[in-house]
């Protein structure tokens, strides 16, 4: 049944010009979220939530999803698949943008920050989503492109005195920093 939900966000985000991650990108989200048995997730940019599915399903059953985007509109297409997946109780969708409200956000400690929103905003969702991740806890950015050596960001990110980072080339770049201070 999950493997239909996730095929059937892929084919409706294609139809409405809705942005995912890969397939590959999702996958690689699932096995990081088991292997780390990540019970804490922060998600910035939800879409329909083919990402957000991926990790959820992968949780322990305590586990739990904070997932930011302001567009109502596709935020309640993904709500309408986490319910139908029956884990829409694990997952809180925040209609606000994630910069107005992360620096207030209650919850520290956490496994996994998943970046997927505009590539502008980049370095200053990173600064935010350091402070509530936990030691050894992953910053996962999608969008980085490991061939763009020049990238000002991509430098940024690859020698952040926090991170332990590597670009790889996967779907279109994707950016994993584990916190080591």
């Keep these: 049944m999950a493997e239909d ?25 699932s096995v990081l979220t088991h292997a780390m048995q990540a019970n804490r997730i922060l998600e910035i940019g939800t879409g329909y939530g083919y990402a957000t599915l991926q990790m959820a ?26 319910d139908r997946a029956g884990i829409g109780d694990r997952i809180e969708i925040v209609n606000q943008p994630a910069l107005e409200v992360l620096h207030i956000f209650p ?17 200053a969702y990173l600064q935010q989503c350091l402070h509530v991740l936990k030691l050894s806890g992953l910053v996962i950015l999608n969008g980085l492109s490991a061939d763009d050596e020049t990238d000002a960001f991509n ?12 670009i790889f080339s996967l779907g279109s770049g994707l950016g994993i920093g584990a916190r080591k201070a």
């Excluded at 399903?57 to 986490?82: C, M, S």
């Excluded at 430098?155 to 926090?162: D, K, V």
């Design 5 to 29: 939900l996730l095929l059937e966000i892929e084919q409706r985000a294609n139809r409405d010009g809705i942005a995912t991650v890969p397939r590959v990108v999702g996958r690689l989200l």
């Design 57 to 82: 399903l992968a949780q322990p059953p305590a586990g739990k999803i904070w997932t930011f985007d302001p567009f109502i509109e596709r935020t309640e297409v993904a709500r309408e698949y986490f």
């Design 107 to 123: 919850l520290r400690n956490l496994d996994i920050a998943f970046i997927d929103a505009p590539r502008s905003d980049y370095a």
């Design 155 to 166: 430098q940024t990110f690859l020698h952040h005195p926090q991170l332990d980072a590597a």
